[in-house]
T-cell receptor
Framework: GENVEQHPSTLSVQEGDSAVIKCTYSDSASNYFPWYKQELGKRPQLIIDIRSNVGEKKDQRIAVTLNKTAKHFSLHITETQPEDSAVYFCAAPLTQAGTALIFGKGTTLSVSS | KAGVTQTPRYLIKTRGQQVTLSCSPISGHRSVSWYQQTPGQGLQFLFEYFSETQRNKGNFPGRFSGRQFSNSRSEMNVSTLELGDSALYLC????????????FGSGTQLSVL
């Protein structure tokens, strides 16, 4: 089955710096890679996702890149702000049918001002 | 539209008891999935239901079970509770149930004493 590894587990940056979180997956058939953000005490929320037919996707200050050959994908946050502080989870599908996701163990991002 | 609703918000049980958690998806959503969240293991997939059928199941013992009703509402049951079952149980719904955004509920915090 699918296995997702996420690094680093914690990341501390200064406001305005960039942050990069990396994930690897094991199933070469996986074709959908979402990123969820979970603020303290809140529910996880999708912030961006990418499908295997594109290599990069951007949404304002966040971007995701996908390297299918190497089976890894990364989240890039530019011009970080204190409100970006949260736990970020990457994920990949458990199977090709359905919505079941295998999540990475999460990265706690702290942005200090 | 109302979001995903989970009840109860908090539960305290003792070892050996059983518990039932409830999830009402967003109106019109047909897929419901369940995740267990713990500090050490992150988000772990339990099971996924679509149109009253279990479509995927995670690697949890048979003490964990679930079902989905014709109105898409879902319940999960844990029998013979163990201390290690203490966790936040999150329910998520999606419209069509195929590699798409998951909408999470606020979760049920279960404590087993």
């Amino acid at each position: 089955g699918e296995n997702v590894e996420q690094h680093p587990s914690t990341l501390s940056v200064q406001e305005g710096d960039s942050a990069v979180i990396k994930c690897t997956y094991s199933d070469s058939a996986s074709n959908y890679f979402p990123w969820y953000k979970q603020e303290l005490g809140k529910r996880p929320q999708l912030i961006i996702d990418i499908r295997s037919n594109v290599g990069e996707k951007k949404d304002q200050r966040i971007a995701v890149t996908l390297n299918k050959t190497a089976k890894h994908f990364s989240l890039h946050i530019t011009e970080t702000q204190p409100e970006d502080s949260a736990v970020y989870f990457c994920a990949a599908p458990l199977t090709q049918a359905g919505t079941a996701l295998i999540f990475g163990k999460g990265t706690t991002l702290s942005v200090s001002s | 539209k109302a979001g995903v609703t989970q009840t109860p918000r908090y539960l305290i049980k003792t070892r050996g008891q059983q518990v039932t958690l409830s999830c009402s998806p967003i109106s019109g959503h047909r897929s419901v999935s369940w995740y267990q969240q713990t500090p050490g293991q992150g988000l772990q997939f339990l099971f996924e239901y679509f149109s009253e059928t279990q479509r995927n199941k995670g690697n949890f013992p048979g003490r964990f079970s679930g079902r989905q009703f014709s109105n898409s509402r879902s319940e999960m049951n844990v029998s013979t509770l163990e201390l290690g079952d203490s966790a936040l149980y999150l329910c998520a719904s999606s419209p069509m149930g195929q590699n798409e955004k998951l909408f999470f509920g606020s979760g049920t915090q279960l404590s087993v004493l």
